[in-house]
């Protein structure tokens, strides 16, 4: 009779091969709220963007956090940057006609300092043009730093890194 292995620990194998920080899920109570709360956070992030509303996006971030997207050279700091660099991205995507929707997956917990995770997760943004037409915008990932807050969990630093043709 063949042992069964769960899924979670062939995953964990596979890919301690690539990453060996990435083969360990999380193990206590608090590990994973932890990551199931920061995930609310991403999912929270991309309602918001995906509606353009810049306020509550920003609300997600600290007081202080930073906002960088090193490919067309934002680096926001403080909820009003912040909210700004949104504003600008969005423009020409309202002017086109376009509704985006942010799917966000693969999140991983990369560090642990103190009420600090790191993370990196995987970006895709589609949605459809002013015909309908179904369209993928971008593909890319994540990285960056959450913090727990009064408030629930927020972004120190939110760094998006997007996918270009070499």
């Not at 009420?115 to 990932?141: H, W």
């Not at 727990?148 to 120190?156: D, E, L, P, T």
Request: hydrophobic share 45%.
């Amino acid at each position: 009779m063949m042992a069964r292995i769960p899924v979670f620990a062939l995953a964990a194998f596979a890919l301690s091969a690539v990453d060996p920080a990435l083969a360990k899920p999380p193990t206590s109570a608090t590990a994973i709220a932890a990551k199931s709360e920061i995930d609310d956070l991403f999912a929270d992030y991309g309602f918001a963007a995906d509606q353009r509303d810049a306020d509550s996006v920003t609300a997600l971030f600290t007081e202080d956090g930073v906002l960088a997207i090193p490919v067309v050279g934002i680096e926001a700091q403080g909820r009003e940057a912040i909210a700004t660099s949104f504003r600008k991205t969005w423009e020409p995507v309202a002017k086109a006609g376009q509704q985006r929707r942010h799917v966000i997956t693969g999140l991983r917990i990369t560090g642990i300092k103190g009420k600090e995770r790191s993370f990196r997760a995987i970006m895709t943004v589609a949605g459809t043009a002013r015909d309908g037409t179904p369209q993928v915008y971008l593909n890319g990932y994540y990285t960056g730093i959450a913090v727990r807050s009064n408030q629930g969990w927020r972004f120190k630093r939110l760094e998006i890194s997007v996918d270009i043709a070499r």
